[in-house]
């Protein structure tokens, strides 16, 4: 889905209010044409710059004071620049007085005639005044403007289909806020009920016997029938009726000076007396100077009309054009009606007449000419019927042994979608399923009573009458903004079409398939394990946050593949958030340390779903066959004048080997030696350690002793490698005698 470009106008006007005049300043870029078009409509040229600057002084004043428009900038501004101008006008009648108010607005050729400019300032006005300003902006775009969704994206911060909606709402909106203003002046209930039908009569949604009761009321009503006469150009002629409703006469200029159009007087009545007789009635034409008065601000700009089409989920049905008759149509000779054969009487009459025709019959009797009957075309201009689709929620199920199930599944979100179509209704009947980014497809196989094609996100009923309920499910997502977790069902049968929408909320929750610890490959010098993240459909980004007590160390390589790990916040971010790759972590074997001194944590954010898995590492473990104290042979014996003893570690080539070594009072431990070895000792503590990178062969230590026995002669040597550890112990001269 594109997303519109830069901050919208409502934003922009937030920022305004807060103080910043940059965001003004993008304001008047974005609207400033538009503002000089409008004052060329009221003053010379070379002034119009001068009036649009000071509009947009006042405007910004009137933000700052928390004033002026939320949404509706545009509309906003051109209305002040009328004003602007009217009191530049007042306030020069103090020097100044003239009779003629247009030779300053000088407008285009427009006619100019109170009872219209009453009527723009009446109901359509107020209708337009009712709407939401959100609606109002997008009417004025789309509908006075003439500008393209895609080019109205960005001031609304929309994107071009959801401008297309809204539009379409929009207009919807402001035929109903019309017929309002006129239903408060109804006086008789078969005036109510027609007014109140007239909008969906306008766009043929009544049905046969309900369009004949509006059209007998309109043959009698003149009332009635000029509401009807405006309520069309409230359907197709937006333009013409919201600019003069909004800036007064100079509207319909502005609209000129934006289309290219000229709009004049002649053009005005001569579209009017067509779009009268076009709709056959009587008694408006009869009335004349009421409906002319009521329609001539709105026909004047018939050319502007657009498409109203609204955007759904699956295609609409078009209208149908009326069918043109063939250039040569064949031609019918007319049948003569068959006479009966004369019937002979039975008797001869039995007296004659007595007196004779004294003249011929002047006309000669005429054949019959047989009469065709046209059928009634079927209407098929698209009929938004609100009924037609229903979005639900299931109710919650019983349970055994009491109490309810909620209708929300722990991993999806439940729907009913529910088809009221027409009595007897034999049109295909078809729904279309769109859904953001965080959903997925919500339908296995196909459901009762429905043929789906996944592929074309379209579901058909089997059964047009009375389609079955439909129950799809979502599965929960996990982030996403609101666009990405909404879904909209269209559904049309004929002409009769409907689109509704859900939100689905995605709090944020624990989910403990999120994270896994896993052990890696067996090692005895090193913990190894790995990370692994669930993978998800709506993720934007995944981060890890590791912590570990005092015994371990920082477990991760510098650039593990698909991540980017930092020490120092000790945290790593998936580079593939979707379907993140395991993470190899490696811990070296604590050699001490309590329980939490050797714990390590981790926490995995994935959107708005969390999980946190923990596990504690043992230490060192004891391995009895890892250290041996050899005497040597005295053919081996490398210093006869000594006692010489070998510490060799079993199974260990090119490690590195720590030997912690202590011995008794007797005893003295000399200097060694060995190559590749280093030893550290202090003189007034018996004890050294000893410790090599790449161990290759018995260390050879080296003493002097005085003759006892027990542990003042003891020498105890602890041995370390990786994830190991062995203690022995050796007497020193041996009991035997033997060096």
Same mark, same amino acid.
């Given at each position: 889905?594109?997303?519109?470009?830069?901050?919208?106008?409502?934003?922009?006007?937030?920022?305004?209010?807060?103080?910043?005049?940059?965001?003004?300043?993008?304001?008047?870029?974005?609207?400033?044409? *538009?503002?000089?078009?409008?004052?060329?409509?009221?003053?010379?040229?070379?002034?119009?710059?001068?009036?649009?600057?000071?509009?947009?002084?006042?405007?910004?004043?009137?933000?700052?004071?928390?004033?002026?428009?939320?949404?509706?900038?545009?509309?906003?501004?051109?209305?002040?620049?009328?004003?602007?101008?009217?009191?530049?006008?007042?306030?020069?009648?103090?020097?100044?007085?003239?009779?003629?108010?247009?030779?300053?607005?000088?407008?285009?050729?427009?006619?100019?005639?109170?009872?219209?400019?009453?009527?723009?300032?009446?109901?359509?006005?107020?209708?337009?005044?009712?709407?939401?300003?959100?609606?109002?902006?997008?009417?004025?775009?789309?509908?006075?403007?003439?500008?393209?969704?895609?080019?109205?994206?960005?001031?609304?911060?929309?994107?071009?289909?959801?401008?297309?909606?809204?539009?379409?709402?929009?207009?919807?909106?402001?035929?109903?806020?019309?017929?309002?203003?006129?239903?408060?002046?109804?006086?008789?209930?078969?005036?109510?009920?027609?007014?109140?039908?007239?909008?969906?009569?306008?766009?043929?949604?009544?049905?046969?016997?309900?369009?004949?009761?509006?059209?007998?009321?309109?043959?009698?009503?003149?009332?009635?029938?000029?509401?009807?006469?405006?309520?069309?150009?409230?359907?197709?002629?937006?333009?013409?009726?919201?600019?003069?409703?909004?800036?007064?006469?100079?509207?319909?200029?502005?609209?000129?000076?934006?289309?290219?159009?000229?709009?004049?007087?002649?053009?005005?009545?001569?579209?009017?007396?067509?779009?009268?007789?076009?709709?056959?009635?009587?008694?408006?034409?009869?009335?004349?100077?009421?409906?002319?008065?009521?329609?001539?601000?709105?026909?004047?700009?018939?050319?502007?009309?657009?498409?109203?089409?609204?955007?759904?989920?699956?295609?609409?049905?078009?209208?149908?054009?009326?069918?043109?008759?063939?250039?040569?149509?064949?031609?019918?000779?007319?049948?003569?009606?068959?006479?009966?054969?004369?019937?002979?009487?039975?008797?001869?009459?039995?007296?004659?007449?007595?007196?004779?025709?004294?003249?011929?019959?002047?006309?000669?009797?005429?054949?019959?000419?047989?009469?065709?009957?046209?059928?009634?075309?079927?209407?098929?201009?698209?009929?938004?019927?609100?009924?037609?689709?229903?979005?639900?929620?299931?109710?919650?199920?019983?349970?055994?042994?009491?109490?309810?199930?909620?209708?929300?599944?722990?991993?999806?979100?439940?729907?009913?979608?529910?088809?009221?179509?027409?009595?007897?209704?034999?049109?295909?009947?078809?729904?279309?399923?769109?859904?953001?980014?965080?959903?997925?497809?919500?339908?296995?196989?196909?459901?009762?009573?429905?043929?789906?094609?996944?592929?074309?996100?379209?579901?058909?009923?089997?059964?047009?009458?009375?389609?079955?309920?439909?129950?799809?499910?979502?599965?929960?997502?996990?982030?996403?903004?609101?666009?990405?977790?909404?879904?909209?069902?269209?559904?049309?049968?004929?002409?009769?079409?409907?689109?509704?929408?859900?939100?689905?909320?995605?709090?944020?929750?624990?989910?403990?398939?999120?994270?896994?610890?896993?052990?890696?490959? *067996?090692?005895?010098?090193?913990?190894?394990?790995?990370?692994?993240?669930?993978?998800?459909?709506?993720?934007?980004?995944?981060?890890?946050?590791?912590?570990?007590?005092?015994?371990?160390?920082?477990?991760?390589?510098?650039?593990?593949?698909?991540?980017?790990?930092?020490?120092?916040?000790?945290?790593?971010?998936?580079?593939?958030?979707?379907?993140?790759?395991?993470?190899? *972590?490696?811990?070296?074997?604590?050699?001490?340390?309590?329980?939490?001194?050797?714990?390590?944590?981790?926490?995995?954010?994935?959107?708005?779903?969390?999980?946190?898995?923990?596990?504690?590492?043992?230490?060192?473990?004891?391995?009895?066959?890892?250290?041996?104290?050899?005497?040597?042979?005295?053919?081996?014996?490398?210093?006869?004048?000594?006692?010489?003893?070998?510490?060799?570690?079993?199974?260990?080539?090119?490690?590195?080997?720590?030997?912690?070594?202590?011995?008794?009072?007797?005893?003295?431990?000399?200097?060694?030696?060995?190559?590749?070895?280093?030893?550290?000792?202090?003189?007034?503590?018996?004890?050294?350690?000893?410790?090599?990178?790449?161990?290759?062969?018995?260390?050879?230590?080296?003493?002097?002793?005085?003759?006892?026995?027990?542990?003042?002669?003891?020498?105890?040597?602890?041995?370390?490698?990786?994830?190991?550890?062995?203690?022995?112990?050796?007497?020193?001269?041996?009991?035997?005698?033997?060096?």
């Amino acid at each position: 889905m594109e997303t519109p470009e830069g901050p919208s106008d409502a934003e922009l006007i937030a920022r305004v209010r807060n103080g910043d005049l940059e965001a003004y300043g993008e304001l008047f870029g974005r609207h400033h044409h *538009a503002a000089e078009r409008m004052a060329r409509q009221l003053v010379p040229a070379g002034d119009a710059d001068d009036l649009a600057s000071d509009a947009f002084a006042k405007v910004l004043d009137a933000l700052r004071g928390g004033g002026g428009p939320d949404i509706s900038f545009r509309a906003y501004l051109l209305t002040t620049v009328r004003r602007v101008h009217v009191d530049r006008i007042r306030s020069g009648k103090k020097v100044q007085t003239t009779d003629d108010i247009a030779a300053y607005e000088r407008e285009p050729e427009t006619f100019d005639d109170p009872t219209v400019t009453g009527f723009e300032s009446g109901a359509a006005a107020k209708a337009f005044a009712s709407l939401p300003e959100r609606w109002q902006a997008v009417l004025w775009h789309t509908e006075v403007e003439g500008e393209k969704p895609a080019a109205i994206a960005p001031l609304l911060g929309l994107t071009a289909n959801g401008v297309s909606a809204l539009a379409y709402r929009a207009r919807e909106g402001l035929r109903q806020a019309y017929l309002q203003q006129h239903l408060a002046d109804v006086a008789g209930d078969r005036c109510r009920w027609t007014t109140e039908r007239l909008g969906a009569y306008v766009r043929g949604g009544l049905t046969k016997r309900e369009n004949r009761n509006v059209r007998e009321h309109l043959d009698d009503c003149a009332k009635c029938t000029a509401v009807y006469l405006e309520l069309v150009e409230v359907n197709s002629a937006l333009p013409a009726l919201l600019a003069p409703a909004l800036l007064g006469t100079a509207g319909l200029g502005y609209l000129a000076a934006a289309s290219g159009t000229k709009i004049g007087l002649a053009g005005v009545f001569v579209t009017l007396w067509r779009k009268a007789t076009e709709n056959s009635t009587r008694t408006a034409v009869g009335a004349g100077a009421v409906v002319v008065v009521a329609v001539a601000a709105v026909i004047a700009a018939m050319a502007l009309t657009g498409n109203e089409t609204p955007p759904a989920a699956i295609d609409k049905p078009s209208v149908s054009q009326p069918t043109k008759p063939p250039a040569n149509p064949p031609t019918v000779p007319p049948v003569k009606p068959t006479q009966p054969p004369p019937v002979k009487p039975t008797t001869a009459p039995t007296t004659a007449p007595t007196t004779a025709p004294t003249t011929a019959p002047t006309t000669q009797p005429t054949t019959p000419t047989p009469t065709t009957s046209t059928p009634t075309p079927t209407p098929t201009t698209p009929v938004l019927d609100e009924g037609l689709l229903t979005i639900s929620i299931p109710p919650a199920k019983r349970i055994s042994g009491g109490g309810s199930a909620p209708a929300a599944a722990a991993a999806g979100m439940s729907f009913v979608i529910t088809i009221k179509t027409p009595t007897g209704n034999q049109e295909p009947v078809v729904i279309g399923l769109k859904y953001g980014k965080a959903l997925a497809w919500p339908l296995s196989g196909n459901p009762r009573g429905w043929t789906c094609d996944k592929a074309a996100g379209t579901c058909t009923a089997t059964n047009s009458a009375k389609p079955e309920p439909m129950t799809v499910s979502f599965t929960n997502p996990t982030g996403g903004t609101n666009p990405d977790r909404t879904f909209t069902v269209s559904a049309k049968t004929g002409r009769f079409y409907d689109d509704d929408s859900r939100t689905l909320e995605a709090p944020a929750r624990t989910d403990e398939n999120l994270l896994k610890i896993l052990n890696g490959p *067996a090692d005895n010098d090193v913990h190894h394990r790995v990370l692994t993240v669930a993978p998800g459909l709506d993720r934007t980004a995944v981060t890890l946050k590791i912590s570990y007590g005092s015994s371990l160390q920082w477990p991760f390589m510098k650039n593990p593949a698909g991540w980017k790990c930092s020490p120092t916040t000790k945290t790593c971010t998936s580079l593939t958030p979707l379907k993140p790759v395991p993470l190899p *972590a490696v811990f070296p074997v604590p050699e001490g340390g309590s329980a939490s001194a050797r714990t390590f944590t981790v926490s995995a954010t994935a959107g708005l779903v969390s999980d946190t898995d923990s596990e504690t590492l043992p230490g060192v473990r004891n391995d009895e066959s890892l250290l041996q104290i050899l005497t040597p042979s005295p053919h081996d014996d490398p210093n006869p004048f000594v006692y010489n003893r070998f510490l060799q570690v079993n199974g260990v080539t090119n490690r590195r080997v720590t030997l912690d070594i202590s011995w008794g009072k007797n005893m003295s431990f000399l200097n060694a030696l060995d190559h590749g070895w280093t030893c550290s000792r202090s003189t007034d503590v018996r004890r050294a350690t000893c410790w090599t990178d790449s161990y290759r062969k018995p260390f050879n230590s080296e003493w002097s002793a005085w003759p006892g026995k027990g542990s003042t002669n003891t020498v105890t040597v602890y041995a370390r490698v990786g994830g190991r550890q062995d203690t022995d112990s050796v007497q020193i001269p041996p009991a035997s005698g033997s060096r």
